[in-house]
């Protein structure tokens, strides 16, 4: 590995001279005429995704016009066996040395058509995307002409970069064979216990005093009626005694540094003040005086300030609450559990510590929080005492729960004889709670009104629903059974509850929409179903990991489809509700995914990283120590001495925010150099510059952003080129400059938001250069609207969508003077190059 | 866990909370303070009048809220104060 990067480092430093690194002898004699680029430009009609909207035909006519190209040719499918055959067969008989595929996004096919190059004996750095359908022919759908000249733009883009294109080998990671679970409910029981039956060792954190998360205060589970908690225990106790396991309960991940296979983790062990020797026998709850509510039963039975949430904890250790108890730090004025204690197990000395842990791949199974339905006034939750949740009332009807499996009524605590559900409560709605289903909440209300049924047949069941959605196995059996049993089925939601104040009943009303009649009903007491949401605290998580979150809060993944379970970052999976509401058949099904997907990094045991580390040209350095500075990963050290920096490529992340900082081009970045973003810019301004937007977008927020509004078909102007950086923080004040000294019209700046950057922080960096600039552009008398800045993550496809429409205004207002007036302010940045 | 309670707890009625009585001796206090500084449920504070020793003794703010955790006693470097449990049924007296 270490001969590895040192090799590259060699490469790197060596000044390209048009060889490319393959070994063997045949190859190599061939690499020798190939020091003319020979480009390869393939464009495809992705059916009719692509060519519906673009005359592929005349892009690839275009594309053969251009310098350097040799072989230029539209296709249905590039992707496809036959394409990449295509590819490949060109690569050898054509002798291409570059190879363009102008089709959908490099964050889709990219691994794919790189792969096609490498088969073909071609470094797959030789290779370049032009994203001709989520930037152009899905967002401009109804404008044939506009949509094709922008394709041939952002082809003659790639081209230009392709050309300037230089080969690399990839560095080595070993990855440490120990996973990290985050979130002990049902899908990190499952993750962890996958995992560390494969063979390796599992650290398991859980911020609540035990394991078992939601599952475990669920009474049954849909649709085989299976008690939940009797399925769950005895996961959960193999996870307490798995030898490869470290359970890491009342903890908190408190900072995750380093990359892929080499992630270190502080944890955050909170005092739990009852040592290992607890044997749960309860002595200590009968003496202690503090009384407060379970949180585990929401409140409805009363445990000590010396608990065990229920029965089956895991770990059985009792805990004492320090925020109830009498005694406080360093001061003991109560010792009664102390005294009652045989085993001598109480500790009040005991401190919070921070474990260090190093682990190779993380897997994220933080889950859900559920809707708190009392901002809903019409409902009466919190006033009305017989208004409950979904949540309290499985921690009524279970037979380990407060009421010892009693449906009570809490007003009185009667058992109810007619009961009413209320659907899609914090769910499906633009007015009150979130817009997406909730995925579980109508087959746990089919669940609940069959055990009502079960216990008191005679009950009463009215079911107030806008849609049943009974899609999964043995879902509609359930359905039905429920209907044949008697369950009431009515459409359209309660517009309002109210109560009798005598007697607590209460009042439904609403209106049956498909008898189109409003009713009224009684009911004793009324549940709300209440819809699933994302972890209040999912915002940190996201923060330590650098994850993205959908516009619903739950965490991204990788690709919807394909790479359903992985993380954008690389070496983290996703399970159970933290991706998204899912039923526990899904979380386990994921849960299994997500410890297969991490399984295999640590079966490899090494993870090859991207070559766009920096690029240093060390007889221009001044050794100012500007990009040590800059670097979010300390990865540049300044030696004073020898006045020069080195690099440590292993700690590179890659966002290229040096080489943007570098105002002597002593430091660029491979694979995104200055001159390729040049050439690039180039080509976006050599015609019409004027009518156009540079954008400079990053790889993981913005540009990601760009691919939803294109994947969702959200229709923008024509008038922007996106250029792809790693990070914001690669754009230097330069690409700007050059843009304008070029006439562009407008220059967009897109990154993540300030604090979500994939690369710590570096898009700090970017605010502040684009400040910079917008003061320069000022102090020249320039109309600083024509450089936009916009943070949009990878779900804010409307953002983004949105900015280029606002952006269309500038375009077109920017007079031909301002434009001229630019290309003299600015046309310095022209003569460096 | 996550979720606002909003219910009672059903077995709130079966809890019993200590019913404790706490008895002060004015005049052996010397006004140290510590009864009023360690009290876990902030049960204390320093009245307005003068003892025999000169020194303002403590005062019973809200006796209900006492878990007869016996701190009080134990600290006090002057048996001054002392707390005992309260029969049941027996009629609330005011300290």
């Given at each position: 590995m270490e001969s590895g990067r040192q090799n590259r480092l060699k490469i790197a430093s060596r000044p390209w001279n048009g060889e490319t690194l393959v070994e063997d002898k045949e190859d190599k004699r061939q690499a020798k005429q190939e020091e003319q680029p020979r480009i390869g430009v393939y464009v495809c009609h992705c059916g009719l995704n692509i060519a519906g909207s673009v005359d592929c035909a005349d892009v690839a006519k275009?594309?053969?016009?251009?310098?350097?190209?040799?072989?230029?040719?539209?296709?249905?499918?590039?992707?496809?066996?036959?394409?990449?055959?295509?590819?490949?067969?060109?690569?050898?008989?054509?002798?291409?040395?570059?190879?363009?595929?102008?089709?959908?996004?490099?964050?889709?096919?990219?691994?794919?058509?790189?792969?096609?190059?490498?088969?073909?004996?071609?470094?797959?750095?030789?290779f370049e995307m032009a994203n001709i359908r989520e930037h152009c022919s899905w967002v401009h759908l109804y404008d044939r002409e506009s949509a094709t000249d922008k394709a041939k733009d952002l082809v003659k883009m790639a081209v230009a970069k392709a050309a300037l294109l230089q080969p690399a080998k990839e560095a080595e990671v070993p990855i440490t064979r120990k996973a990290l679970v985050i979130?002990?409910?049902?899908?990190?029981?499952?993750?962890?216990?996958?995992?560390?039956?494969?063979?390796?060792?599992?650290?398991m954190v859980e911020k609540e005093p035990s394991i078992g998360g939601m599952m475990a205060r669920i009474d049954k589970t849909f649709p085989t009626m299976d008690c939940s908690i009797c399925i769950l225990a005895p996961k959960m106790s193999d996870v307490g005694h798995h030898p490869n396991i470290e359970l890491l309960t009342n903890s908190e991940v408190a900072e995750v540094k380093g990359y892929i296979g080499n992630f270190h983790v502080k944890v955050l062990k909170k005092a739990r003040y009852v040592t290992k020797d607890c044997s749960a026998c309860g002595e200590c709850i009968k003496v202690c005086p503090i009384v407060a509510p379970n949180e585990f039963d929401v409140g409805l039975a009363t445990r000590h300030g010396i608990y065990t949430p229920f029965a089956q904890a895991v770990p059985s250790t009792y805990i004492i609450d320090?925020?109830?108890?009498?005694?406080?730090?360093?001061?003991?004025?109560?010792?009664?559990?102390?005294?009652?204690?045989?085993?001598?197990?109480?500790?009040?000395?005991?401190?919070?510590?921070?474990?260090?842990?190093?682990?190779?791949?993380?897997?994220?199974?933080?889950?859900?929080?559920?809707?708190?339905?009392?901002?809903?006034?019409?409902?009466?939750?919190?006033?009305?005492?017989?208004?409950?949740?979904?949540?309290?009332?499985?921690?009524?009807?279970?037979?380990?729960?407060?009421?010892?499996?009693?449906?009570?009524?809490?007003?009185?605590?009667?058992?109810?004889?007619?009961?009413?559900?209320?659907?899609?409560?914090?769910?499906?709605?633009?007015?009150?709670?979130?817009?997406?289903?909730?995925?579980?909440?109508?087959?746990?209300?089919?669940?609940?009104?069959?055990?009502i049924k079960e216990h008191w047949p005679d009950t009463e069941i009215y079911v107030f629903y806008v849609d049943i959605r009974a899609f999964g196995k043995g879902f509609e059996d359930l359905y039905k059974r429920a209907r044949k049993e008697g369950v009431v089925f009515i459409r359209g939601l309660p517009a309002e509850i109210r109560e009798n104040k005598k007697t607590h009943s209460l009042?439904?009303?609403?209106?049956?929409?498909?008898?189109?009649?409003?009713?009224?009903?009684?009911?004793?007491?009324?549940?709300?179903?209440?819809?699933?949401?994302?972890?209040?605290?999912?915002?940190?998580?996201?923060?330590?990991?650098?994850?993205?979150?959908?516009?619903?809060?739950?965490?991204?993944?990788?690709?919807?489809?394909?790479?359903?379970?992985?993380?954008?970052?690389?070496?983290?999976?996703?399970?159970?509700?933290?991706?998204?509401?899912?039923?526990?058949?899904?979380?386990?099904?994921?849960a299994s995914a997500a410890a297969?997907?991490?399984?295999?990094?640590?079966?490899?045991?090494?993870?090859?990283?991207?070559?766009?580390?920096?690029?240093?040209?060390?007889?221009?350095?001044?050794?100012?120590?500007?990009?040590?500075?800059?670097?979010?990963?300390?990865?540049?050290?300044?030696?004073?001495?020898?006045?020069?920096?080195?690099?440590?490529?292993?700690?590179?992340?890659?966002?290229?925010?040096?080489?943007?900082?570098?105002?002597?081009?002593?430091?660029?970045?491979?694979?995104?150099?200055?001159?390729?973003?040049?050439?690039?810019?180039?080509?976006?301004?050599?015609?019409d510059a004027d009518k156009k937007t540079v954008a400079f977008c990053c790889n993981w927020c913005s540009y990601a952003?760009?691919?939803?509004?294109?994947?969702?078909?959200?229709?923008?102007?024509?008038?922007?080129?996106?250029?792809?950086?790693?990070?914001?923080?690669?754009?230097?004040?330069?690409?700007?400059?050059?843009?304008?000294?070029?006439?562009?019209?407008?220059?967009?700046?897109?990154?993540?938001?300030?604090?979500?950057?994939?690369?710590?922080?570096?898009?700090?960096?970017?605010?502040?250069?684009?400040?910079?600039?917008?003061?320069?552009?000022?102090?020249?008398?320039?109309?600083?609207?024509?450089?936009?800045?916009?943070?949009?993550?990878?779900?804010?496809?409307?953002?983004?969508?949105?900015?280029?429409?606002?952006?269309?205004?500038?375009?077109?207002?920017?007079?031909?003077?301002?434009?001229?007036?630019?290309?003299?302010?600015?046309?310095?940045?022209?003569?460096?190059? | 866990m996550p979720e606002r309670i909003r219910h009672p707890p059903l077995d709130k009625e079966k809890m019993e909370k200590p019913e404790t009585e706490i008895h002060l001796i004015k005049d052996e206090c010397k006004g140290c303070g510590y009864c009023i500084e360690y009290c876990p449920r902030k049960v204390l504070e320093e009245s307005d009048e003068i003892n025999a020793r000169g020194v303002h003794p403590p005062r019973i703010v809200d006796g209900s809220k006492c878990m007869d955790c016996g701190f009080c006693t134990a600290v006090c470097p002057d048996f001054a104060i002392f707390v005992t449990e309260k029969q049941k049924g027996e009629e609330k007296k005011h300290a």
């Amino acid at each position: 590995m270490e001969s590895g990067r040192q090799n590259r480092l060699k490469i790197a430093s060596r000044p390209w001279n048009g060889e490319t690194l393959v070994e063997d002898k045949e190859d190599k004699r061939q690499a020798k005429q190939e020091e003319q680029p020979r480009i390869g430009v393939y464009v495809c009609h992705c059916g009719l995704n692509i060519a519906g909207s673009v005359d592929c035909a005349d892009v690839a006519k275009y594309a053969a016009t251009l310098p350097n190209v040799v072989l230029a040719q539209d296709n249905r499918y590039t992707c496809s066996d036959q394409g990449q055959a295509g590819i490949k067969k060109d690569i050898k008989e054509q002798r291409l040395n570059r190879v363009v595929v102008a089709s959908c996004s490099p964050r889709l096919h990219e691994p794919t058509f790189r792969k096609a190059c490498e088969d073909a004996g071609l470094n797959k750095y030789l290779f370049e995307m032009a994203n001709i359908r989520e930037h152009c022919s899905w967002v401009h759908l109804y404008d044939r002409e506009s949509a094709t000249d922008k394709a041939k733009d952002l082809v003659k883009m790639a081209v230009a970069k392709a050309a300037l294109l230089q080969p690399a080998k990839e560095a080595e990671v070993p990855i440490t064979r120990k996973a990290l679970v985050i979130g002990g409910g049902v899908a990190g029981i499952q993750a962890a216990l996958d995992l560390a039956d494969t063979g390796y060792k599992v650290y398991m954190v859980e911020k609540e005093p035990s394991i078992g998360g939601m599952m475990a205060r669920i009474d049954k589970t849909f649709p085989t009626m299976d008690c939940s908690i009797c399925i769950l225990a005895p996961k959960m106790s193999d996870v307490g005694h798995h030898p490869n396991i470290e359970l890491l309960t009342n903890s908190e991940v408190a900072e995750v540094k380093g990359y892929i296979g080499n992630f270190h983790v502080k944890v955050l062990k909170k005092a739990r003040y009852v040592t290992k020797d607890c044997s749960a026998c309860g002595e200590c709850i009968k003496v202690c005086p503090i009384v407060a509510p379970n949180e585990f039963d929401v409140g409805l039975a009363t445990r000590h300030g010396i608990y065990t949430p229920f029965a089956q904890a895991v770990p059985s250790t009792y805990i004492i609450d320090m925020n109830l108890c009498l005694n406080k730090e360093g001061i003991i004025t109560c010792d009664k559990c102390v005294k009652a204690c045989d085993r001598q197990a109480i500790n009040f000395d005991m401190k919070s510590e921070t474990e260090e842990i190093e682990v190779g791949t993380i897997v994220v199974a933080t889950g859900a929080d559920v809707f708190d339905p009392s901002v809903l006034p019409n409902y009466g939750y919190g006033k009305y005492p017989n208004v409950i949740t979904s949540l309290e009332f499985e921690r009524l009807i279970n037979a380990g729960g407060p009421s010892a499996g009693h449906l009570l009524r809490p007003s009185d605590k009667k058992i109810p004889k007619r009961v009413a559900f209320v659907q899609c409560v914090g769910s499906r709605s633009d007015r009150a709670g979130k817009l997406y289903c909730s995925n579980v909440c109508c087959m746990n209300t089919i669940k609940d009104s069959l055990l009502i049924k079960e216990h008191w047949p005679d009950t009463e069941i009215y079911v107030f629903y806008v849609d049943i959605r009974a899609f999964g196995k043995g879902f509609e059996d359930l359905y039905k059974r429920a209907r044949k049993e008697g369950v009431v089925f009515i459409r359209g939601l309660p517009a309002e509850i109210r109560e009798n104040k005598k007697t607590h009943s209460l009042w439904l009303i609403g209106e049956n929409t498909l008898k189109r009649e409003i009713y009224r009903l009684n009911a004793d007491m009324a549940i709300l179903s209440i819809g699933l949401e994302s972890r209040k605290d999912s915002e940190m998580i996201q923060r330590l990991l650098t994850l993205s979150r959908n516009q619903d809060g739950f965490f991204l993944e990788a690709h919807p489809k394909l790479r359903p379970v992985d993380a954008a970052t690389g070496g983290i999976f996703f399970a159970g509700c933290a991706e998204g509401p899912k039923d526990i058949k899904d979380s386990v099904t994921q849960a299994s995914a997500a410890a297969g997907r991490a399984g295999i990094l640590m079966a490899q045991g090494k993870v090859t990283v991207e070559a766009i580390t920096p690029l240093p040209f060390p007889e221009k350095c001044k050794a100012c120590g500007l990009c040590v500075k800059v670097c979010p990963y300390n990865a540049i050290t300044l030696d004073k001495e020898k006045k020069r920096v080195e690099i440590i490529e292993a700690a590179c992340g890659g966002c290229g925010t040096c080489a943007a900082e570098c105002a002597f081009g002593a430091l660029t970045q491979n694979h995104f150099t200055d001159d390729q973003i040049n050439a690039e810019i180039d080509a976006i301004t050599e015609k019409d510059a004027d009518k156009k937007t540079v954008a400079f977008c990053c790889n993981w927020c913005s540009y990601a952003g760009a691919d939803f509004a294109g994947v969702s078909r959200m229709q923008y102007p024509p008038h922007a080129r996106i250029i792809r950086t790693m990070c914001s923080g690669r754009v230097s004040q330069k690409f700007v400059e050059r843009a304008f000294a070029r006439g562009a019209a407008a220059v967009l700046v897109s990154g993540c938001h300030i604090g979500d950057c994939h690369y710590i922080n570096a898009n700090v960096q970017t605010q502040k250069r684009v400040e910079r600039m917008w003061k320069k552009m000022e102090q020249n008398g320039l109309n600083k609207a024509r450089l936009q800045l916009l943070w949009a993550s990878a779900a804010e496809g409307e953002k983004f969508a949105s900015k280029i429409r606002e952006m269309e205004k500038t375009v077109a207002n920017v007079k031909p003077e301002e434009i001229e007036k630019a290309k003299q302010v600015f046309k310095k940045a022209l003569e460096e190059s | 866990m996550p979720e606002r309670i909003r219910h009672p707890p059903l077995d709130k009625e079966k809890m019993e909370k200590p019913e404790t009585e706490i008895h002060l001796i004015k005049d052996e206090c010397k006004g140290c303070g510590y009864c009023i500084e360690y009290c876990p449920r902030k049960v204390l504070e320093e009245s307005d009048e003068i003892n025999a020793r000169g020194v303002h003794p403590p005062r019973i703010v809200d006796g209900s809220k006492c878990m007869d955790c016996g701190f009080c006693t134990a600290v006090c470097p002057d048996f001054a104060i002392f707390v005992t449990e309260k029969q049941k049924g027996e009629e609330k007296k005011h300290a």
